[in-house]
């Protein structure tokens, strides 16, 4: 079974810094990963997924992600961070045989400071 | 109505209350999900639809009872729930349950407290 595990619970960043978050799955083979935003009061959207291909993925609101294998890692980056971004942050992994069951990690609690 | 909605988006219960949750789906997806977000733990799957068929069951006390009439409804029935089923409820869909590279698409979810 595959698993993921988000090592930070709460970040804080400054507008305007740049912005890591951490991602690393359990998977027996190339996994499809995601990262989803949930903003508050709000439904988990997605930023953007990797399935295959090149391993740096773009993704929604000036987000990206770079699959590495030899890490098992799949982290988040942006290089400036808006007021708006403040939110938690969800990584998951999906199996690639079978039906579609997605494992999510935790979260990251992002915090924007002026 | 776009997306995915979900109603009502605050509840409030006893413990021996019936009540039932609502999503609907405006997306033509076949797949329907109900999470539980508890505060600090990972998004737990409940419940899984297929083309208003019953594909995932993870082991939810019955006390929580999903129905999916259709490919664009989705229910979870409650009754007689205990403090710690209190949460926030997402229900999401896809397009096709089969292939793990679809994207989810979520519900702002119901806040559930159980008194």
């Known amino acids: 079974a595959q698993s993921v595990t988000q090592p930070d619970i709460h970040i804080t960043v400054s507008e305007g810094a740049s912005l890591e978050l951490r991602c690393n799955y359990s998977?027996?083979?190339?996994?499809?990963l995601f990262w989803y935003v949930q903003s508050p009061g709000q439904g988990l959207q997605l930023l953007l997924k990797y399935f295959s291909g090149d391993t740096l993925v773009q993704g929604i609101k000036g987000f990206e992600a770079e699959f590495k294998r030899s890490q098992s890692s799949f982290n988040l980056r942006k290089p400036s961070v808006h007021w708006s971004d403040a939110a938690e942050y969800f990584c998951a992994v999906g199996a690639t045989g079978g039906y579609q069951k997605v494992t999510f990690g935790t979260g990251t609690k992002l915090q924007v400071i002026p | 109505e776009t997306g995915v909605t979900q109603t009502p988006r605050h509840l409030v219960m006893g413990m021996t209350n019936k009540k039932s949750l609502k999503c609907e789906q405006h997306l033509g997806h076949n797949a329907m999900y109900w999470y539980k977000q508890s505060a600090k733990k990972p998004l737990e799957l409940m419940f899984v639809y297929s083309l208003e068929e019953r594909v995932e069951n993870n082991s939810v006390p019955s006390r929580f009872s999903p129905e999916c009439p259709n490919s664009s409804h989705l229910f979870l029935h409650l009754h007689t729930l205990q403090p710690e089923d209190s949460a926030l409820y997402l229900c999401?869909?896809?397009?096709?349950?089969?292939?793990?590279?679809?994207?989810?698409?979520f519900g702002p979810g119901t806040r559930l407290t159980v008194l």
């Open positions: 998977y027996g083979a190339t996994p499809y």
């Open positions: 999401a869909s896809s397009q096709d349950f089969s292939r793990g590279y679809n994207e989810q698409f």
